[in-house]
């Protein structure tokens, strides 16, 4: 059963997207940096603004962080679950790649020795990948990864961090009556140039294994990276879903919902 916290003529005003909520930041780079808010953002946030719905993607840990602002000021939490990373297999590039800048200052790429000293050249430099690794498939971004890590003689895994919540953590969290869990796809793939086939099959196999493994109907989905065409939206309809967030829309419907960040 859905709890259908939001129905689609009632949208609230601001609709926030997170990632990752510690209760506080310590010198992350790139992807992480881009990808953090603090609980404590997100509380000043609800201090300043009204009709407010806090969504989150991917799934990390640390989201728990937001359960006693849910209750608190009495707003609700769409939790967007990526599956692959909840079931442990797939693992997004993005911290990976993160982390690894976070400890080396020099290192490989295809062949040239860098050396990246501050977090701002660290940031232009994953933005070069993360440009690239965006539209790949997940095979081809994953060989990626996996030759830039052989090329530095590095072990992949221990940049791997234990970041998202298991399965027994989202079916705790399910449980809360102002929490709802909505799909993040299976591989958080960017959606809009990969064929029709990997698209509906993203978004349906997502939303099985979500309501198998919790229980209950998943009636919502984010986009990856917010991306959506009208393909992606034909076949979210198509593979059961009610209603669809992305990123800032400027002809929101219900299949592309808009959302915005904090600040």
Not at 45 to 63: M, P, Q, R
Not at 117 to 144: A, G, M, P, Q
Not at 232 to 245: H, N
Request: charged share 30%.
């Amino acid at each position: 059963m859905s709890k259908a916290l939001v129905k689609p003529d009632r949208y609230p005003s601001n609709i926030i997207y997170l990632h990752d909520t510690p209760f506080v930041i310590k010198g992350q780079v790139a992807a992480n940096r881009k990808n953090i808010d603090t609980a404590n953002d997100v509380e000043k946030y609800l201090c300043e603004n009204n009709n407010v719905l806090l969504s989150a993607d991917d799934g990390y840990k640390s989201i728990k962080n937001l359960l006693p602002l849910v209750e608190k000021y009495r707003v609700e939490l769409l939790l967007f679950i990526t599956t692959g990373f909840t079931d442990r297999s797939v693992y997004p590039y993005e911290v990976e790649l993160s982390n690894f800048l976070e400890e080396y200052d020099c290192f490989s790429y295809e062949g040239a020795d860098l050396s990246l000293k501050s977090s701002s050249e660290k940031e232009s430099f994953f933005e070069v990948l993360h440009r690239r690794l965006k539209l790949l498939s997940l095979d081809e971004r994953d060989n990626f990864v996996e030759h830039f890590f052989e090329e530095n003689k590095v072990n992949r895994e221990e940049f791997q961090k234990n970041v998202f919540l298991d399965w027994q953590e989202l079916k705790e969290i399910a449980q809360h009556p102002l929490v709802e869990i909505g799909s993040h796809c299976v591989s958080h793939i960017f959606l809009p140039n990969k064929s029709s086939w990997v698209v509906y099959n993203e978004l349906r196999v997502s939303k099985i294994i979500l309501e198998k493994k919790l229980g209950c109907s998943i009636e919502k989905l984010s986009y990856p990276y917010g991306g959506n065409n009208l393909k992606t939206r034909i076949l979210a309809k198509l593979a059961g879903y009610k209603e669809a967030y992305g990123t800032l829309s400027k002809n929101p419907t219900t299949f592309n919902i808009g959302r915005k960040e904090i600040g």
